[in-house]
Nanobody, 120 residues
């Protein structure tokens, strides 16, 4: 599975940005897609995910500000980010979690990362 992310950039506090990600390859194995982020000096953390049946999950820190959506949760995922704060500054990574039928285990694939910077 290959992931191509787009969006991100520089925005002022309170502004909005939209991230998009498209998956290609063996997308029939995709179980969920989502976004993670990593700020300098910190571990990568979950932002939001959406499963193939449309169920969503959000980090507490972004709930009510961010919205994850998808026309087809096996191939595309978008993240609308509103009311952005300086602490949202990070590199955002698109993720696809797939099911390997041979090993019967989940396998994660990652996009190249896109920078989101929120100025105060």
């Amino acid at each position: 599975v290959q992931l191509q992310a787009s969006g991100g950039g520089l925005v002022q506090t309170g502004g909005s940005l939209r991230l998009s990600c498209a998956a290609s390859g063996s997308v029939f194995t995709v179980n969920s897609m989502g976004w993670y982020r990593q700020a300098p000096g910190k571990q990568r953390e979950l932002v939001a995910t959406i499963t193939s049946d449309g169920s969503t999950n959000y980090a507490v820190s972004v709930k009510d500000r961010f919205a994850i959506s998808s026309d087809n949760p096996k191939t595309t995922v978008d993240l609308q980010m509103n009311s952005l704060k300086p602490e949202d500054t990070a590199v955002y990574y698109c993720n696809a979690r797939t099911w390997n039928f041979r090993t019967r285990a989940f396998v994660d694939y990652w996009g190249q990362g896109t920078q989101v910077t929120v100025s105060s």
